[in-house]
């Protein structure tokens, strides 16, 4: 059979916290050697792996960090992927940015660029390993989530040898984070609340929610 699972014993008079784990066969553990340990051993299925979250919308806008951000981001839902994953990103990129825009709900500057910040090495390295330990399991269940205003984000990571991978940052609500394939969700994701936001929100600060006035 192909599968396997964990024989986990107490052995001998040692520790009741001392285990051994070992890898076997199923067929190799026979009725009898098990009806023979009764209350030394159990055998314990390997847990099933979380599906993935496929997050593709449309129109996508593709991200180039060296062109700098898009002056706005009306009329796209997503962006172009260029890289599989899983992870969302690849790893070592050698520069990035972020784009924040204000929220979509805003009668005179909706989806228009807010704010940009250019990242070196070091901080985009830093933003791309915290993207890649991202939780990407598909969310379930009823989620509660706060105001949504509109508010998205891009950010975009540059490499020596294959094309920019640029994330669209939902950034308001139950916020999420995906690659244009795979995506990230923050209810109930310490991944993303603890490690993917605080650290995208001190290199690029988040907008008002309601933007300040100024000319259209």
Request: proline share 10%; net charge positive.
């Amino acid at each position: 059979m192909g599968s396997s699972y964990a024989l986990i014993g107490a052995m001998g008079r040692r520790s009741a916290s001392w285990r051994v784990r070992v890898a076997l066969p199923v067929a190799a553990v026979s009725a009898a050697s098990v009806a023979g340990a009764v209350g030394l051993y159990q055998l314990v299925a390997p847990a099933a792996a979380a599906p993935l979250w496929h997050v593709s919308r449309a129109p996508k806008l593709a991200v180039d960090v060296a062109a700098g951000c898009p002056k706005s981001v009306r009329g796209y839902r997503d962006v172009v992927n260029t890289f599989p994953g899983p992870p969302l990103v690849p790893a070592g990129p050698v520069s990035g940015m972020i784009c924040r825009y204000w929220p979509s709900y805003s009668p005179r500057r909706a989806d228009a660029l807010a704010r940009q910040r250019h990242l070196g090495t070091a901080d985009a390295r830093k933003l791309a390993r915290a993207v890649r330990e991202l939780d990407l399991s598909a969310p379930t269940g009823a989620l509660a989530c706060p105001a949504d205003f509109g508010t998205v984000a891009l950010i975009g990571f540059s490499y020596p040898n294959r094309p920019d991978v640029g994330l669209w940052y939902d950034a308001s609500g139950c916020q999420s984070v995906d690659n244009g394939r795979l995506g990230a969700s923050e209810p109930g994701n310490p991944t993303f609340y603890v490690g993917f936001l605080g650290l995208v929100n001190r290199l690029s600060p988040p907008v008002a929610a309601v933007p300040a006035a100024g000319p259209a």
